[in-house]
C-alpha cells in the first residue's frame, strides 16, 4: 500500500496557508529556540473548546527530577460530545470504571517546541470523543536535554499509568500510547522500549504522522518539503537539536523503524497525511510492524498537512480533521472492547 497526495490541499488547509503566509511568520529554523517554542504556543492560543468533567495538573517522578502531566477525565461536560448528566445510577456504574483504557499523550514538535498547553485541545478531544481518561506529558524537550532524556521521561512516565490506572479509574492493561509528529515518534519508541525491557503492558498505539526513521529518503520530503506547514529545513533543525551526537540517530528507540525485530509490538492505528514530509516515512513503519506481523489501521487523508490533528478549533480549524478523530478513537473502541462508555 501506498500512501499518496491529492490533487491539491483541502480547502480548509489552503486558507490556513494562505493566511500562514500573510502572516509573515519565521520559519522555526530562522529563529531562537525560546521564539520558536513562544510562536507555536501563540498559534494554538485560544480558550479551551471542549468541557470535561475535570482537568487536572500535577507531577509525576521522573529520571531526572519531576515531570509534569496534565489528567482529562472525560466525565459530562456541558458541551462534552460524549458527556451526559450523571443521575441517581452514577455509583453503580463507577464499579465499572476501571474497565475503561487509558490514553497516554505525547505531545509534538519535533522534540524542541510543544507542551501540554500547545496541544491542551487535542486532549480534550480525544478524551471527550473516546470517553477514556487522557494523561498529557510534558517530557524534557531538547536542545537542553537531547535524546534520550525524553524518551527516558515517556517511558518513567508508562511507568506511572500503568501503577496509577486504578486511581483513575482505567485498566492498567488498557494502555494506549499516543502522540503525533515527535511524540508518535516517542510513543513508537516507548513501546519498543517496554517490549525489550519487559516493561509494563501496552495495549495498543495511536501513531499521528509519526517520525520513525531516515524521512529525508523518501519521496513524500521531496514533495512536500516546502509550501506545507512543515518544512525540511525545519526538519533538520529539529533533528540537530534532538540528537546530541550522530550515532544517536541509529538507535533503534530514537528511530524505530531502524529496529531489526518489530515483532510483539501492540496493534496500531498510524495517520498520515498527504501533504506532509512525513507521510512516506509513516507508511513505511506501518509496513515494517505489518511485515512483522504486528496488527496495523492505516489512514491517509491525502489532501491534508503536517499538524492537521491540532487544528480543530478556531483561528485554525480544518473540518476534516475532525473524521481522523472519528477514525481513531472507532479502532480504539474497537480493539480495547468497549463502546467508550463511562
Known amino acids: 500500500?501506498?500512501?499518496?497526495?491529492?490533487?491539491?490541499?483541502?480547502?480548509?488547509?489552503?486558507?490556513?496557508?494562505?493566511?500562514?503566509?500573510?502572516?509573515?511568520?519565521?520559519?522555526f529554523d530562522e529563529v531562537p529556540v525560546e521564539r520558536a517554542r513562544a510562536m507555536l504556543e501563540e498559534l494554538q492560543a485560544g480558550?479551551?473548546?471542549?468541557?470535561?468533567?475535570?482537568?487536572?495538573?500535577?507531577t509525576i517522578d521522573g529520571p531526572n527530577g519531576e515531570i509534569p502531566i496534565r489528567i482529562y477525565?472525560?466525565?459530562a461536560g456541558e458541551d462534552?460530545?460524549?458527556?451526559?448528566?450523571?443521575?441517581?445510577e452514577q455509583e453503580q456504574e463507577h464499579e465499572h470504571e476501571h474497565q475503561r483504557p487509558l490514553i497516554l499523550y505525547f505531545h509534538g514538535g519535533g522534540w524542541v517546541v510543544g507542551s501540554i498547553d500547545s496541544h491542551d485541545n487535542t486532549c480534550r478531544k480525544l478524551a471527550a470523543d473516546s470517553g477514556y481518561p487522557v494523561v498529557s506529558v510534558d517530557?524534557?524537550?531538547?536542545p537542553e536535554h537531547p535524546f534520550?532524556?525524553?524518551?527516558?521521561?515517556?517511558?518513567?512516565?508508562?511507568?506511572?499509568?500503568?501503577?496509577?490506572?486504578?486511581?483513575l479509574g482505567a485498566d492498567p492493561d488498557q494502555i494506549v500510547l499516543a502522540g503525533d509528529s515527535a511524540g508518535g515518534n516517542l510513543a513508537a519508541g516507548t513501546a519498543l522500549l517496554?517490549?525489550?525491557?519487559?516493561?509494563?503492558?501496552?495495549?495498543?498505539?495511536?501513531?499521528?504522522?509519526?517520525a520513525t526513521g531516515d524521512a529525508t529518503e523518501t519521496d513524500s520530503y521531496e514533495e512536500n518539503g516546502e509550501g506545507y506547514f512543515l518544512t525540511a529545513d525545519e526538519m533538520a533543525w529539529f533533528r540537530g537539536h534532538y540528537f546530541d551526537r550522530p550515532l544517536d540517530q541509529g538507535n533503534v528507540y530514537a528511530m524505530p523503524r531502524r529496529a531489526t525485530?518489530?515483532?510483539?509490538?501492540p496493534p496500531a492505528t498510524i495517520i498520515t497525511a498527504g501533504f506532509d514530509p512525513l507521510r512516506d516515512d509513516g507508511e513505511a513503519y506501518a509496513t515494517r510492524l505489518e511485515d512483522a506481523g504486528v496488527p496495523v489501521t492505516r489512514y491517509n487523508y491525502d489532501d491534508l498537512i503536517h499538524g492537521f490533528f491540532g487544528m480543530i478549533t478556531e483561528p485554525v480549524a480544518i473540518e476534516r480533521a475532525h473524521e481522523a478523530y472519528d477514525d481513531a478513537v472507532g479502532d480504539l473502541q474497537s480493539a480495547l472492547d468497549t463502546d467508550g462508555t463511562v
Open 47 to 58: 480558550e479551551p473548546a471542549i468541557e470535561l468533567e475535570s482537568v487536572t495538573d500535577r
Open 194 to 210: 517496554a517490549r525489550d525491557q519487559d516493561g509494563p503492558a501496552v495495549a495498543y498505539q495511536l501513531l499521528i504522522y509519526p
Open 261 to 265: 525485530d518489530l515483532s510483539g509490538l
Open 80 to 88: 462534552n460530545q460524549r458527556g451526559r448528566e450523571r443521575d441517581e
Open 139 to 142: 517530557y524534557r524537550l531538547a
Open 1 to 27: 500500500m501506498t500512501a499518496d497526495r491529492a490533487a491539491e490541499p483541502h480547502p480548509d488547509v489552503q486558507r490556513f496557508l494562505e493566511l500562514y503566509d500573510s502572516l509573515e511568520t519565521p520559519s
Open 148 to 167: 534520550p532524556a525524553g524518551l527516558q521521561d515517556c517511558y518513567a512516565a508508562l511507568e506511572w499509568a500503568a501503577e496509577s490506572a486504578p486511581e
Open 73 to 75: 477525565e472525560p466525565g
